[in-house]
T-cell receptor, first 115, second 109 residues
Framework: NAGVTQTPKFRVLKTGQSMTLLCAQD?????MYWYRQDPGMGLRLIHY???????AKGEVPDGYNVSRLKKQNFLLGLESAAPSQTSVYFC??????????????FGPGTRLTVL | GQQVMQIPQYQHVQEGEDFTTYCNSS?????IQWYKQRPGGHPVFLIQ?????EVKKQKRLTFQFGEAKKNSSLHITATQTTDVGTYFC?????????FGKGTRLHILP
């Protein structure tokens, strides 16, 4: 099993460009999450999904959109990138949210720089 | 809203010394998880604590959950260079998980 994979690993964008980050998991997890990690800020939840076809806003959703058309994939889109979106983006997945179900498995991350 | 505070933000210790990081929540938690992130890596699940006053051990790591289920700690005995990284707690309540900002551990040889 590959676990959680993310594509791409690195990306440099110019301000105003758009891009999509892809997250895939092969563990049949219901829940998937997108976080951003900035120095000194820990992990901040952008959006999450509790199942195929559903999405919900997290702590810092502005400037991002997501889609979960297939259970195994969770896409994060930036429609018009801004320098403030320079960050490392982590995708994670879990079976559920209840005790013993909510261990999160993280992908390797995508390092995004917006110039 | 629910907040999870973690202290200290940074800690430098000599190899062989002990290390402790603390996690405090503004509200009662259902459970708490701990993760470790090595430099350049991604967070990896270490353990989950569920019961009030629970204590769990993993070799040199000891995890505690407070009686009121609002605080937790991770203690590492006799640190080694392999312990380098950032340790995050993540508190769960009402089907939401909030991560602390982490404690970055540096080991001095």
């Amino acid at each position: 099993n590959a676990g959680v994979t993310q594509t791409p690993k690195f990306r440099v964008l110019k301000t105003g460009q758009s891009m999509t980050l892809l997250c895939a998991q092969d563990m049949n997890h219901e829940y998937m999450y997108w976080y951003r990690q900035d120095p000194g800020m820990g992990l901040r939840l952008i959006h999450y999904s509790v199942g195929e076809g559903t999405t919900a806003k997290g702590e810092v959703p502005d400037g991002y959109n997501v889609s979960r058309l297939k259970k195994q994939n969770f896409l994060l889109g930036l429609e018009s990138a801004a320098p403030s979106q320079t960050s490392v983006y982590f995708c994670a997945s879990s079976y559920g949210q209840r005790e013993l179900d909510n261990e999160q498995f993280f992908g390797p991350g995508t390092r995004l720089t917006v110039l | 809203g629910q907040q999870v505070m973690q202290i200290p933000q940074y800690q430098h210790v000599q190899e062989g010394e002990d290390f402790t990081t603390y996690c405090n929540s503004s509200t009662t938690l259902s459970n708490i998880q701990w993760y470790k992130q090595r430099p350049g890596g991604h967070p990896v699940f270490l353990i989950q604590l569920v019961k009030s006053g629970e204590v769990k051990k993993q070799k040199r790591l000891t995890f505690q959950f407070g009686e009121a289920k609002k605080n937790s700690s991770l203690h590492i005995t006799a640190t080694q260079t392999t312990d380098v990284g950032t340790y995050f707690c993540a508190g769960s309540r009402d089907d939401k998980i909030i991560f602390g900002k982490g404690t970055r551990l540096h080991i001095l040889p």
